[in-house]
């Protein structure tokens, strides 16, 4: 089955017995509840792309370790175009869901792991890399969603892992027996964990030898025991328990965080990737890093597309279609979108192989990339608030628009061009409004800051690869000026 098609995939997460705990209570089936259902359709249209024959080179490759067709959510990237092919299909997901897909993760962190693992045998003897294979070969023959877990709940930001009041606050190994390890912690701000079958964990900074405890990379299943998550909360969540579709702005897609929690959990040595070589922690941070800072390069312009199609779209609803300040406007978010893909692009085509074979993002650019995301986006949703209108925050609810009282009124009032039934209007200012204040501004606007680390991680990364002493001696060269 080395590829589900969308409805296998959505029965084979109603199989798992996840721990998931919303509003206080454990959910009974979370992909039948309401709030979560939207998210888990997104990753389905991982799937219901791959499915598609004139979307297979871009979401599907060969494997070289399996030889069968896999998704190219589990691929090891085998040249820079697989990198491009990964941004592309990025951006097409991002325009079919306007939401975070949430599938990128694992396909970052098992590129990440892949060429870690090799270049920490190299140096320690270990048998990682043999280990990660196999266990990748099983979830590319199975179609697994995996999901990438790496940043810790930190606690006090000035103290090391070891140095914090409770240990706890960053996961590590508590037990190590003969025939595996146990561990203990949590990681926070999940993207797609109630929808993954496999979570690959890493640890979510540079360790120390004092941190050896900390610096632990393995996989599990999500329904492992002692695994549970507590769900985050998003802006106008509720808003799907109401029954319509309207309100919720993005009718079928979503995304979805959570707090993950390791209460003792065994690992059996077959899936620990690393134990204590803190060494090779900054490596696995680094390019898992880098390989998400060119995801963000794919699936933020793709639902940009969105929301500027959106901004045109309530544009031609006022009647406000040909004010030449509202082109610009447009004409400006198309600019900051394609200016981010570019990025993307760029980081891509400047991929350079590991050790291990794989193919690893230009780290510079790929943070380059992630940087003008934490700013490219908030303008863009400044621009696409001031084309829709306040109407995007104080249009009555869908209840009263269904009102057979209310309802002609809500109609009548709030109708732009008179050909535009009222309801399409209220439709795409609702659509706004979630990218730009509701659940979607989780995966556009938050996300957008502080999903693949926070501005500073990349400016930390930026500084590292600029290499400032290259730039210097080429001015001494033109100068003629010898140290
Ligand atoms: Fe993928 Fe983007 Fe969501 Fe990250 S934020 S999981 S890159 S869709
Ligand atoms: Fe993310």
């Not at 399996?66 to 951006?91: A, C, W, Y």
């Not at 912690?185 to 993207?191: E, F, L, S």
């Not at 447009?330 to 050790?355: D, F, Q, R």
């Amino acid at each position: 089955m080395a590829l589900m098609t969308g409805d296998e995939y959505v029965e084979s997460i109603r199989k798992l017995k996840l721990k998931v705990y919303m509003f206080g209570e454990l959910v009974d089936t979370p992909v039948d509840n309401p709030i979560l259902r939207p998210s888990l359709n997104s990753v389905k249209a991982t799937y219901d792309l791959a499915q598609d024959p004139q979307y297979q080179d871009v979401a599907t490759a060969i494997s070289p370790y399996t030889g069968e067709r896999i998704n190219r959510f589990l691929n090891i990237h085998q040249s820079p175009q697989d990198l491009v092919n990964k941004v592309r299909m990025q951006r097409i997901l991002g325009q079919q869901t306007a939401s975070c897909f949430q599938r990128c993760v694992g396909m970052d962190a098992i590129n990440a792991v892949f060429s870690t693992t090799f270049e920490t045998d190299q140096a320690h003897g270990t048998n990682y890399h043999e280990r990660f294979l196999k266990y990748l070969k099983y979830c590319q023959e199975n179609d697994l969603v995996m999901d990438g877990a790496m940043t810790d709940p930190k606690g006090d930001r000035g103290l090391s892992p070891s140095k914090q009041a409770d240990p706890d606050l960053f996961l590590h190994v508590v037990e190590r027996r003969p025939d595996g390890i146990v561990v203990r912690g949590a990681k926070a701000h999940q993207t797609g964990c109630v929808n993954s079958h496999e979570v690959i964990v890493m640890p979510t900074q540079t360790m120390t030898e004092a941190d050896k405890d900390w610096a632990v990379c393995f996989s599990c299943p999500m329904d492992v025991e002692g695994l549970y998550m507590i769900m985050g909360r998003q802006s106008c969540d509720t808003r799907k328990l109401e029954g319509g579709t309207l309100d919720v702005g993005n009718p079928d897609f979503g995304g979805m965080e959570a707090l993950m929690v390791w209460d003792d959990v065994f690992i059996p040595n077959e899936n620990v990737y690393m134990d204590g070589e803190w060494d090779f922690s900054g490596m696995l941070v680094e390019r898992f890093a880098g390989y998400h800072r060119q995801s963000y390069g794919g699936c933020k312009t793709g639902v940009a597309d969105c929301l500027i199609g959106a901004a045109a779209l309530a544009a031609d609803y006022n009647g406000a279609q040909k004010a030449s300040h509202v082109k610009d406007k447009l004409i400006e978010m198309v600019h900051l979108n394609e200016t981010l893909w570019a990025c993307g692009l760029a980081c891509s085509y400047e991929g350079k192989p590991t050790a291990a074979g794989n193919y690893l993002v230009d780290l510079l650019l790929a943070n380059i990339c992630k940087q003008n995301v934490t700013r490219f986006p908030y303008e863009i949703c400044r621009l696409a608030a001031d084309i829709a209108g306040g109407m995007l925050v104080t249009a009555p609810s869908e209840k009263d628009f269904r009102d057979p009282k209310l309802g002609p009124i809500v109609d009548k009032y709030f109708r732009g061009v008179a050909s535009v039934p009222t309801e399409n209007r209220l439709k795409v200012m609702r659509f706004v409004e979630n990218m730009v204040h509701g659940t979607g501004s989780v995966a556009y606007m938050t996300e957008s800051m502080h999903g693949a680390g926070s501005p500073q991680a990349q400016r930390i990364m930026i500084s590292r690869q600029a290499d400032l002493n290259a730039k210097k001696a080429l001015v001494k060269k033109i100068l003629h000026i010898a140290d």
